[in-house]
């Protein structure tokens, strides 16, 4: 049988989630990391059971941590590298979860988005 393509598209998702969330952690600290990966902490339970819903409100979340990464690297001179890395990774996990949500409705014969 052959893979749906919305597979493919949460496997990125996850993995770039995973990426995010711990980077975020050990680049901030203790505290700190603590607030910045609760919110996407929460949407893990929903993002594991691949509901379109937690991904669609996911993506408004990550672009907010895309805008503040951007504005870190573009303002401290000493994290441009890791803050432009982990903006990228957020930016994929965006892509992933826009083409997870369309790919997902369009198999599940659901109405066009």
Request: charged fraction near 10%; aromatic fraction near 12%; glycine fraction near 6%.
């Amino acid at each position: 049988m052959k893979t749906p393509l919305s597979w493919y598209a949460w496997a990125v998702a996850i993995a770039c989630h995973f990426v995010l969330a711990n980077g975020l952690w050990v680049w901030a600290g203790l505290l700190p990391g603590l607030l910045l990966v609760t919110p996407l902490a929460i949407a893990l339970p929903g993002l594991i059971r691949k509901k379109r819903y937690t991904a669609g409100w996911l993506t408004l979340l990550l672009s907010g941590y895309i805008a503040a990464l951007m504005s870190e690297a573009a303002s401290v001179p000493s994290r441009y590298t890791i803050a432009l890395s982990f903006s990228a990774v957020a930016a994929v996990e965006f892509a992933a979860l826009v083409l997870f949500v369309r790919w997902s409705a369009r198999e599940n014969g659901v109405a066009r988005i």
